[in-house]
């Protein structure tokens, strides 16, 4: 499993008096080819979600609207991104425990996938993980 170059991309950010706009296309700005979308709102205050790590499926997560932290765990230590700006993408490459907290309210997460959803793709334990990454 890999669990290098972890990183904010800088999406591109046209300024506009009658709104700003940011896109992604293709392979252009995220490093994999985008297989699915999700997004998670509503989320209740003190709310968690995505308490786990993946063995192939690699990620960006974008703070479309509000803001919340993405906790990375590389199983020896924890680093956290707080995002909100929708034009800054956090890309998660596979083999990291991650989980997102701390949402403020409206708050809205989009997640590009680079897999369809495919639950055996998912480490849910985090013993298990912590001997994976041994
Ligand atoms: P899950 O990834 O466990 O959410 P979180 O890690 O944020 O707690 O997904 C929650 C449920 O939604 C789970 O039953 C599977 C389903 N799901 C899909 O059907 N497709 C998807 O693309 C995702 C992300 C989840």
């Known amino acids: 499993m890999s669990s290098d170059n972890i990183r904010i991309i800088d999406l591109p950010k046209i300024i506009d008096d009658r709104g700003n706009l940011s896109f992604f296309e293709g392979e252009n700005q995220i490093p994999f080819q985008i297989k699915r979308c999700y997004w998670i709102y509503d989320v209740p ?3 968690t979600r995505g308490g ?3 063995y192939n499926n690699k990620e960006l997560i974008i703070a479309l609207s509000g803001s919340f932290d993405v906790v990375v765990d590389n199983g020896i230590e924890k680093k956290t991104y707080s995002l ?3 034009y800054y993408g956090l890309y998660i490459p596979n083999g990291l425990w991650r989980h997102l907290e ?3 309210t409206n708050s809205l997460a989009l997640i590009v996938a680079s897999e369809e959803y495919n639950e055996s793709d998912y ?3 985090y013993e298990q993980y912590i001997e994976l990454k041994k």
């Open 52 to 54: 786990h790590a993946y």
């Open 102 to 104: 701390n949402f403020s």
């Open 45 to 47: 205050g003190g709310e």
């Open 84 to 86: 909100n700006r929708s």
């Open 123 to 125: 480490i849910r334990n």
